[in-house]
């Protein structure tokens, strides 16, 4: 499951006895339905793949997982879909490189500034959207960090393009700031749904 070209997977195990299956179906779909461009979905029944129930050590239903290339975490928190949605972001934010010192040179770059310990699940699926460009995502929680860069807020998003450095003032929700990044560095803009 998962080879290494293939999006990450959020499944769902579920019993055809479970009330509070039926209650969870509709946010796991919807949650699916805003995010299908970066992770599928899918409903497990665990009667019918008891092995792979098994395997997950799943004890009740429903029960959710985040698998990427072998790595397997566990949703556990209360299900509602703000919360499935920031959980996988933080999950995808592993493709967002944390920088520990100021770099000499930045080229086609997006630094986030944050007091977070991942980046925020905006830039996390904008790198994985824009991730065959050779355009390069960073995040910095240091606040000395910041200050070598001269960001005096925090939060703070920087692109820096051809050695010049912009500070994005614009709506920080996914489809804005993906729309501002492609503009700035003249990136063709995906036709996909890019509804976050």
């Known amino acids: 499951m998962n080879p290494q070209n293939e999006k990450p997977f959020f499944l769902m195990f579920t019993s055809s006895s479970c009330p509070h299956c039926v209650n969870a179906k509709p946010i796991f779909e919807d949650a699916g339905r805003e995010l299908s461009e970066f992770v599928e979905f899918k409903e497990i029944k665990s009667s019918d793949e008891a092995a792979l129930a098994s395997k997950f050590r799943v004890l009740y239903v429903p029960a959710f997982f985040f698998v990427d290339k072998g790595e397997i ?3 556990s928190m209360t299900l509602t879909k703000d919360r499935l949605v920031s959980f996988i972001g933080g999950k995808l934010s592993k493709n967002v490189k944390k920088l520990q010192k100021k770099l000499e040179k930045l080229e086609d770059s997006v630094i986030v500034f944050t007091k977070r310990f991942t980046a925020p699940s905006n830039i996390a699926f904008a790198s994985c ?3 065959n460009s050779n355009l390069k995502f960073y995040m910095v929680n240091k606040q000395n960090l910041a200050k070598e860069f001269q960001v005096e807020q925090v939060p703070s998003i920087l692109l820096i393009k051809d050695g010049v450095t912009t500070t994005y003032t614009g709506p ?8 501002q990044i492609c503009n700035h560095f003249g990136i063709q803009q995906s036709e996909k749904n890019t509804d976050l």
């Open 172 to 179: 920080e929700d996914f489809n804005n700031l993906y729309k």
């Open 73 to 75: 975490s566990q949703y």
């Open 129 to 131: 959207k824009l991730s």
